[in-house]
């Protein structure tokens, strides 16, 4: 028997976190933190896995929504076992570093909630066992009483560095969880790899499930719209902020704009990127032969990209036109794009773009929806926003047709719809009964158990 219970993440994109029960082998499948809160509400459910059986975690990439709470599971349950691609192990040393100074500004003077410790985490990070893409391990957890073994077997998710999918084989059946799934090309990635064989249980993610596929686009005609619109603001003299996510979206998008200017598409300009999003293109560079990728030869260090955190004064970007590709994504308070944000909007030859997910919640939401013109209440100042606002789709996540690719090429008798907000679970949830006969749908719920066979 397999029970499947969400203990966060479900029905939002936030503290992914799903258990399973494999006739009592303990399976966690990620262990993300909910980026929007601070303290014991950020965290999966913890509380519920006490007195059951708890063997492993498999995380499938490092976004801090899937791995954030990580350090707190262990601190728990020291005794759970983690797994992940190595990629993941690496870039997980470093990001879980960074949130680790995060927390501790974010929870200082907050006793009730204990955090963990630095050496904690080197410690957690050393003893997660590494499995390559598409090499079974087999695992049984103390308390199993089935006959036979676990299987498990990572799949290139195509998502980000080291991203994976999850096949789960017991005892005749196979589960598939997508994790973060993207099976389109971006820049750099070539999209996700699916098992060959049908699968029974298939766990699905539906970030984009609402989402009009052909308002996202594809990677190359959107970048063919960004550098027409880059090239239009530098050469009348103004620079161009990008808010992005420093893992994944950065080196992407890096990526990119090198290869435009390589074949003299995008006029000359500096490119500008910082922070830990730096040492994590280092990890794409290092990792460039031990995955599925295009231009194995080139790495991020050779394509003359300047640090942000040299400029002092954001009148340079005034006198010296430049793309700047700052994180945080959602502009969050207190981040480069959020800091800069203020002075740029009140530049005339100025652009701000976006490339990613705003959560409703956010700075950089609010000021994806205004236009040049407007009235914009931003950071405890009321002014006119001067400056080109535009919106552009580069998605790492599936499209909605490719979630029901997905679908079509692995044949589940039952889907678990998760990861997206109930409007995107619905209409890919209808869009599926509608097309595939018998199928058995579900939509995760928080502590809502569904027993699969
Ligand atoms: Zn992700
Ligand atoms: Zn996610």
Redesign the pocket.
């Known amino acids: 028997m397999i029970k499947f219970l969400p203990i966060g ?1 479900a029905d939002d ?1 936030g503290a ?1 976190s799903y258990y399973l029960n494999i006739d009592g082998t303990g399976v966690l499948l990620d262990c ?1 933190m909910h980026p929007r809160f601070i303290g014991a509400e950020a965290l999966p459910k913890f509380d519920v896995l006490a007195g059951l059986p708890l063997d492993y975690v498999i995380i499938t ?1 490092a ?1 801090h ?2 791995i954030g709470s990580l350090p707190f599971l262990i601190k728990k349950f020291p005794h759970v076992k983690i797994i992940s691609t190595k990629q993941t192990q690496e870039i997980a040393a470093q990001t879980l570093q960074n949130s680790y100074q995060i927390l501790k500004e974010q929870l200082s003077g907050d006793l009730s909630f204990e955090l963990y410790d630095k050496n904690e985490i080197e410690f957690l990070i050393k003893s997660i066992i590494t499995l390559e893409y598409e090499n079974e391990i087999s695992i049984r957890g103390i308390t199993h009483i089935g006959k036979d073994e676990i299987r498990i077997t990572l799949y290139d998710a195509g ?1 980000i560095l080291g991203s994976a999918s999850i096949l789960i084989c017991y005892s005749g059946k196979r589960l598939f969880y997508t ?2 799934i993207n099976l389109g090309k971006q820049s750099i990635l070539n999209g996700a790899v699916l098992p060959a064989k049908p699968v029974d249980y298939l766990l699905m ?1 539906s ?1 984009y499930g609402s989402t009009d596929s052909a308002k996202i686009g594809n990677w190359e005609n959107n970048s063919k719209q960004l550098v027409s619109d880059l090239n239009k603001i530098i050469v009348s003299g103004g620079s161009v902020l990008i808010p992005m996510f420093s893992l994944g979206k950065l080196q992407e998008m890096l990526h990119l704009l090198y290869k435009l200017k390589l074949k003299s598409k995008l006029t000359e300009t500096d490119i500008y990127y910082g922070g830990i999003g730096k040492s994590l293109c280092r990890i794409y560079d290092d990792n460039k032969y031990l995955v599925k990728r295009n231009n194995k030869n080139f790495e991020l260090k050779d394509g003359g990209f300047k640090d942000y955190y040299l400029i002092k004064d954001p009148n340079e970007y005034v006198k010296n036109p430049s793309i700047i590709l700052a994180s945080s994504g959602m502009m969050l308070k207190g981040t480069y794009s959020y800091r800069m944000a203020k002075f740029w909007l009140k530049q005339k030859r100025f652009g701000l773009f976006t490339v990613g997910y705003m959560d409703p919640s956010t700075p950089g939401h609010k000021i994806q929806q205004i236009n040049r013109g407007a009235l914009l209440e931003f950071d405890g100042e009321k002014f006119k926003v001067e400056c080109k606002i535009k919106r552009f789709y580069f998605n790492t ?1 599936s499209k909605r047709e490719e979630l029901l690719e997905i679908v079509e090429r692995l044949k589940p008798g039952t889907v678990i719809l998760l ?1 997206g907000e109930n409007e995107a679970k619905s209409y890919i949830g209808y869009e599926i009964l509608s097309r595939f006969n018998g199928v058995s749908l579900h939509s995760a719920e928080i502590l809502k158990e569904i027993k699969l066979s």
């Open positions: 993440g994109i992914n993300g990439h976004h929504d899937h998502h994790g973060d993610e970030t996540h990861h």
